[in-house]
């Protein structure tokens, strides 16, 4: 009887190890616009691994084109979250994403209007993961240049 359920035990865990990986070998298709990327972001809902292989899948230099006049306030804050998850290990593309959303059309006036806990959300990850002593000097500059639009003084 024990061996028969440790093999039961065995093949449950064989099969939930082929799962997983189907799931990480998943292609994520990088979305063309911004209902796109908000309904594949929300499918993705808690999992923050693949909300982020989204966002990476992206060229950072398409971010203003995806969208254009359609980025919300948690929407990008969830972009901003994702970014603080790989900005230790892929630096360079972290910054260019910040760099782009910059560019897009209302990332001004989204940024005005934030409410005081989502910008207090948005200057707790600034100051815990962009504005960090290890940062690479190469980096350095242009996220100071950057923190002064993505966290205005008030």
Same mark, same amino acid.
């Given at each position: 009887?024990?061996?028969?359920?440790?093999?039961?035990?065995?093949?449950?865990?064989?099969?939930?190890?082929?799962?997983?990986?189907?799931?990480?070998?998943?292609?994520?298709?990088?979305?063309?616009?911004?209902?796109?990327?908000?309904?594949?972001?929300?499918?993705? @809902?808690?999992?923050?691994?693949?909300?982020?292989?989204?966002?990476?899948?992206?060229?950072?230099?398409?971010?203003?084109?995806?969208?254009?006049?359609?980025?919300?306030?948690?929407?990008?804050?969830?972009?901003?979250?994702?970014?603080?998850?790989?900005?230790?290990?892929?630096?360079?593309?972290?910054?260019?994403?910040?760099?782009?959303?910059?560019?897009?059309?209302?990332?001004?006036?989204?940024?005005?209007?934030?409410?005081?806990?989502?910008?207090?959300?948005?200057?707790?990850?600034?100051?815990?993961? @962009?504005?960090?002593?290890?940062?690479?000097?190469?980096?350095?500059?242009?996220?100071?240049?950057?923190?002064?639009?993505?966290?205005?003084?008030?």
């Amino acid at each position: 009887m024990q061996e028969a359920r440790g093999a039961s035990v065995q093949e449950l865990a064989s099969r939930a190890a082929s799962r997983v990986k189907a799931v990480a070998a998943e292609k994520i298709t990088p979305p063309n616009s911004a209902y796109q990327f908000e309904v594949s972001l929300r499918g993705f @809902f808690g999992d923050n691994a693949r909300q982020t292989s989204l966002l990476k899948a992206i060229s950072p230099s398409a971010l203003p084109q995806i969208f254009k006049n359609a980025l919300t306030v948690p929407i990008l804050l969830d972009i901003i979250k994702c970014v603080a998850t790989f900005f230790v290990e892929k630096m360079d593309l972290a910054v260019n994403c910040l760099e782009n959303l910059t560019k897009v059309p209302r990332f001004d006036t989204l940024i005005m209007f934030l409410s005081s806990s989502d910008n207090a959300d948005l200057v707790k990850i600034w100051d815990e993961v @962009f504005d960090n002593e290890a940062t690479p000097i190469e980096y350095a500059e242009t996220l100071d240049n950057l923190h002064t639009k993505y966290c205005p003084k008030r």
